[in-house]
């Protein structure tokens, strides 16, 4: 039946959970995109860029800054349209179907267009001083990943939006956390099953027999030389597989079937009415202005984390993947305790605390005097490190109306992508401007205290957001399990 127009009627609050195989297959899309995280946005992409191809940090930011400008200015409008069609699964399907694609196109051009140097790869060539990647080759990898990282991004609040119709608010918290553990444990064996395509070799393992080695790349185009860029095709193929439960099991709920076309000034007209009706929802357009400033800061330390393994602590020859490995663990543990303090103490304490630890930190960080101490710091940071995600979609969710998630969602993802577009240009330009007067090691540790600077305001402007966390009775149902 045709709705009058302009008019979407609202679905009931959910009140029961869904089956158990549906929840589960949303958990574990946080399981399949973060192994492009990890792999891609922070293990071996930026090092394969500076480290590699002696690329500088500035155009890393600039890969980063774009791909999160199309997030900005996009996300918000095909969100409000997703609200108006009730339909949040088409739009994750499909813009992870891209992101494979583009990934995949980075591994071709990785191996095909640019010289074959760096850590792990086979028969590679030394280059001479003072050469740097740029020209079609650069334009190339740049658009490849500018689109994967966009894509990447921006099935994520149409993934997020898709909780409130997967359980009661009671569970939220828990089933968020759930997605955050899973989302580690696929970091973990991301970095583990993509090891071998960077050098053969599996982290704290071993080498891999020749033979399997040969298997390996016959089965995964694009790998044979190893190296870096050697393992953005199996990262891609493994973001696709872990995925396809998702694609398959899970439904939207009461799904609009009028398919009248909606206009996109009505869309822009939606996203500007969003930002108005902040004021009629208390701290919402405060806790967005906060995920400003935190996500600004969080996706920054992500994207330069083993580049500053390598660069300020002297970490070297794949040496960070195993680094990366042992920090991951104590997060699958945080985020089931995150996902714990979310449903008993309420979304925006627990928040508080997470920020909180952030800061001291990274503070600590800053001032770690070898690799030991910076082991340390970095398996408190591994524990805390899923309780933003863990804590920020439930706290959204008790400041806006459910039947809204989409658009309130995407104007998170607009005020985060926009931040994202400052973070790694101030990282850049602290590191690239201190360099050449203070040194590399000064230079990025300079850049850890703006990151900490970022945290800090987060918190203040947190603690003015409204806490209207309500524990009440967890209602069970037949059809959760």
Partial sequence: MAHPEGVIPMSPTTTTRAPVRERYSWALYDFANTIFSMNIATLYFNVWL??????????????????????????????????????RVPWVVWLTLIAVAATIGMGVIGQTMVPRTGDGVLGGVTLPPGWQIGGTALVAILA???????????????????????????????????????????????????????DGTVPMLGHVPAGMMRALHSFVPFTSHEGRAATFAPTAFLFLLFSLPLFFFCRDRDPVRDKRPIKIGEAFRSLWQTFRDTKHHPGALRFILTSFLYQDAMGTIISFMAVYAIKAMGFGNGAERQLFIVLTIPA????FVAGRLVDKIGPKKTLMGVLACWIVLLIGMIFVPNQAAFWAVGFGIGFIFGGVSTAERPLLLTLIPKEEAGRFFSLMVLSSRAAAILGPFIWAFAVDG????????FAYRAAVGTVTVGFVLALALLSTVPDKFNRGPIPLSPAGG
């Fill in 332 to 335: 699958v543990f945080g985020a």
């Fill in 434 to 441: 201190l360099t050449p007067r203070f040194g590399e090691r």
């Fill in 50 to 87: 500076i480290n590699d191809l002696h690329a500088g940090n500035t155009v890393v930011a600039v890969g980063n800054g774009v791909s999160s400008f199309l997030v900005a200015v996009s996300i918000p409008v095909f969100g409000a349209i997703s609200d108006a069609r009730r339909r």
């Fill in 144 to 198: 490849a990943f500018v689109l994967a990282n966009y894509t990447y991004q921006g099935a994520i609040p149409f993934y997020n939006a898709m909780l409130p119709d997967l359980v009661p608010q009671q569970e939220q918290g828990r089933l968020s956390g759930l997605g955050s553990a899973l989302g580690y444990i696929g970091a973990i064996t991301g970095v583990i099953l993509i090891a071998p395509f960077f």
